[in-house]
């Protein structure tokens, strides 16, 4: 697993696509270089669309997902 420390935390629970990447890339524009966002969403597709986002987004790294209890937690370093 990869290590990071969280920067700033994005709240989308209860927003279904495309709500929780619009607001994802929205938030990691306004991020320094290596800060890491976490996402909480509830929406099950957030799994692979912030993935699929992430991989065709240059500057972006998706670094872990995790899931529990119906979160879903992304994780996304900003690396320019």
């Not at 929406?43 to 500057?59: F, H, L, V, Y």
Request: glycine share 6%; with cysteine; charged share 30%.
């Amino acid at each position: 697993m990869t290590e990071y420390e969280i920067t700033e935390t994005l709240d989308v629970m209860g927003q279904n696509c495309p709500m929780p990447v619009i607001e994802t890339k929205q938030r990691i524009d306004q991020l320094s270089g290596d800060d890491v966002l976490e996402i909480l969403a509830t929406d099950p597709g957030s799994k692979s669309d912030i993935a699929g986002w992430a991989e065709a987004t240059a500057g972006v790294e998706l670094v872990d997902q995790q899931e529990h209890d119906d979160v879903y937690k992304h994780y996304v370093r900003k690396t320019e």
